[in-house]
């Protein structure tokens, strides 16, 4: 059971130092513990039972449960119950395809092709794929999969003059680092990408098959080929509770 604080205040519990937390904090982690022993997969207690086991309100158990399924640590099924979440997908940080990450990984990649559209570029967009204000740009827009589960919603821009009749060898399931280097002869030499956090919007939750608010990654990347020259400018949305991103730190 938990234990409540000595002056009885609602919704804490004392912790092994005396000082007060929220119920919830304390449920919480209490089934990290038990997750620990659990593989992919286990249902968990219902609300309910839970409620009762640690005398607490329902109230208190989904405030708990909705922390640990933002954190990727549970999936919660509608009319079916909450269970063991699969562990998160471990990217390392490298200048490589979604395709081949999710090949190394044992993964099945593939991709729902949303939008391929020539547009004129304006702004600082025209600066980033080093082209003027006015000129055609390629918009590709994909869903990407891995063992056909949704991962991340990725927009990309390529200079249109550069790449002419790109658009016959885009495919779905294609890996575009693949088609620039095959048709195009363009190897990428360097990139520049930064992650940010951000909340899952309505058109974003219904595409990646999450909740609205769920915590979200936003990449950018900025790729350039070994002339120099900018390749893409790509924006793309990865589900926070099923990916983390990794990396080597050298001195």
């Not at 991962?151 to 294609?174: N, S, V």
Request: charged share 25%; net charge positive; aromatic share 6%.
């Amino acid at each position: 059971m938990l234990e409540t604080s000595p002056a009885g205040e609602a919704g804490t519990t004392t912790g092994v130092r005396g000082q007060r937390e929220p119920k919830y904090w304390a449920l919480k982690q209490h089934l990290l513990d038990l997750l620990e022993a659990l593989p992919p997969g286990s249902p968990i207690p219902t609300e309910r039972a839970l409620a009762g086991e640690f005398t607490v309100s329902r109230t208190t158990v989904r405030q708990a449960l909705a922390d640990l399924t933002a954190e990727g640590r549970l999936h919660r099924v509608q009319g079916k119950g909450t269970f063991a979440a699969e562990p998160k997908l471990a990217q390392r940080l490298q200048l490589s395809s979604y395709t081949e990450d999710m090949r190394k990984q044992g993964l099945k990649p593939s991709s729902k092709l949303l939008e391929l559209d020539e547009l004129p570029v304006e702004g600082e967009l025209a600066k980033l794929l080093g082209i003027r204000t006015g000129a055609k740009m390629l918009r590709l827009r994909r869903l990407r999969l891995a063992d056909s589960q949704p991962m991340a919603l990725e927009t990309t821009h390529l200079p249109l003059g550069r790449f002419r009749g790109l658009r016959k060898h885009i495919t779905a399931g294609g890996s575009l680092y693949a088609v620039l280097r095959e048709h195009y002869g363009v190897e990428l030499e360097r990139a520049e990408e930064t992650i940010e956090t951000s909340l899952a919007g309505p058109q974003e939750a219904e595409m990646l098959g999450s909740d609205v608010g769920m915590p979200v990654l936003m990449l950018t990347r900025h790729s350039f080929a070994t002339d120099g020259k900018p390749v893409e400018f790509a924006r793309a949305v990865y589900r926070g509770d099923r990916y983390k991103f990794t990396t080597t730190l050298l001195p």
